[in-house]
């Protein structure tokens, strides 16, 4: 095995030490580049950090003199030379006016400075670049070290959450809303000086929504992309600020309380809540007979008097195929109604009845069975009434009344439904 002679390590250790070092390029090789670094400390920075635009952040600068006596710092913002008059200051005091900055006679062998930086006033990331150079630039060379800056909006909000209530968005209490239909909820965040935005959760009954593909985000007319968790990660776009559109789809039955919760890097909450109810749909027979029948004066021509409620028709008050029956009056018409109970037909008087709403058979069951049993009853228009014959339930509704003096052709018009 040959071996190495002694220039030959101190070659091999000479190439070694001189890529590991992170110096400029030193345009000759047998002379010693100045050295240079960052102090790691606390409130410095020595790689990268993330400021508010145009804030100052601090880095501790270290130089040591080669071959050659320190001369001046040069501080570049991507590699522009800033205003040090406006924008450095050196161990707490002024920079001066000039870029790069002139050493003098004591640091020319050294130094260590406390260098704050004013950050640029922009959205964005720059890179900062600290150069030392030398007396002698050809034989002594530079030495430079790098810090990254990224910048975020100076933060003069309240953390704060808000439901935006324009395009169709709900922000407060709904009704008879579609079982597991979709409402679109519109989340309008904004950042606190605290911390930024981090992340978005929906709760139904204060527990977390499980099922993602119940949340979606999208715009106000579109769905678009689906939750990928609850809570939901926020990316940098909306670290600041948040307006959005959220879809979620609802519970099946009954009422749930929906609460939209907000969250900053610092662990923070902002939150608005609502509830929401499913529509009732109601269940049942529909009613298959819907009518209008006119029910004369008893006293009237002969073959009046009674009303057939399965028809509309009248009849004769005795008639077997009445339900109802007027009872009559010549000089003075009564305006009464009786049941006709030969027939086996039974009256009842109802209250609070829209007849208009009422779309099952067991519906006029239910008013029946709650209504007052009558043998007669003056009308008035608006009156609902519920008749049952041999287990057929009929509900009927005064819509007219008229007392006609010339003759006995007095009438009372029903609406019918069976």
């Known amino acids: 095995m040959k071996k190495l002679s002694l220039f030959g390590l101190l070659g091999i250790f000479a190439l070694l030490f001189s890529t590991s070092c992170t110096e400029d390029p030193n345009p000759n090789p047998n002379t010693v580049p100045p050295s240079t670094s960052l102090i790691n400390e606390p409130g410095f920075v020595t790689t990268s950090e993330t400021v508010a635009a145009g804030a100052t952040f601090y880095v501790k600068l270290e130089a040591l003199a080669g071959s050659s006596d320190l001369a001046s710092v040069g501080v570049y913002e991507d590699d522009v030379l800033i205003s040090a008059e406006n924008r450095i200051t050196i161990n707490g005091g002024s920079a001066g006016i000039g870029n790069p900055i002139t050493l003098n006679s004591s640091e020319a062998s050294g130094f260590t400075w406390e260098l704050g930086i004013v950050a640029h006033d922009t ?4 890179t900062y670049r600290f150069t030392v150079n030398t007396v002698d630039p050809v034989n002594g060379g530079t030495s430079s070290r790098y810090v990254t800056i990224n910048t975020i909006p100076v933060v003069t909000t309240d953390f704060e959450l808000t439901l935006r209530a324009d395009s169709g968005c709900v922000s407060d209490d709904v009704v008879d809303v579609p079982a597991s239909s979709a409402i679109k909820v519109c ?40 939750f990928t968790a609850n809570p939901q990660a926020l990316g940098t776009e909306n670290a600041a600020a948040l307006d959005t559109v959220l879809y979620i789809n609802v519970q099946n039955s009954g009422t749930s309380t929906y609460r939209i919760v907000v969250e900053d890097e610092t662990g923070a909450t902002v939150e608005q809540s609502f509830d929401v109810s499913i529509l009732v749909v109601p269940t049942g027979t529909p009613i298959d007979f819907s009518s209008t029948g006119t029910l004369y004066n008893s006293d009237g021509p002969t073959g009046t008097g009674g009303l057939d409620l399965d028809t509309g028709n009248g009849t004769g008050s005795s008639d077997a195929s009445a339900e109802i029956r007027d009872l009559g009056g010549v000089a003075v018409w009564k305006m009464e109604i009786a049941p006709i109970t030969a027939n086996g037909v039974n009256l009842r008087s109802t209250s609070s009845v829209d007849f208009a709403s009422i779309q099952y058979k067991e519906d006029i069951v239910d008013i029946y069975n709650t209504g007052v049993g009558i043998t007669e009853s003056v009308v008035a228009v608006g009156n609902v009434y519920a008749v049952e014959r041999s287990g057929v339930y009929y509900l009927i509704e005064v819509v007219a009344v008229n007392d006609v003096a010339a003759d006995n052709s007095d009438n009372i018009v029903f609406n019918i439904k069976k």
Do not use: H, W
Not at 123 to 126: F, H, I, L, M, S
Not at 208 to 217: A, E, K, N, V, Y
């Open 123 to 126: 959205e964005e990331e720059k």
């Open 187 to 226: 989340p309008m965040a904004t950042r606190g000086a605290a911390g930024a935005l981090s992340s978005i959760s929906v709760y139904e009954n204060d527990v977390l929504i499980s099922d993602l593909t119940r949340l979606r985000f999208g715009t106000n007319a579109t769905i678009e992309d689906d």
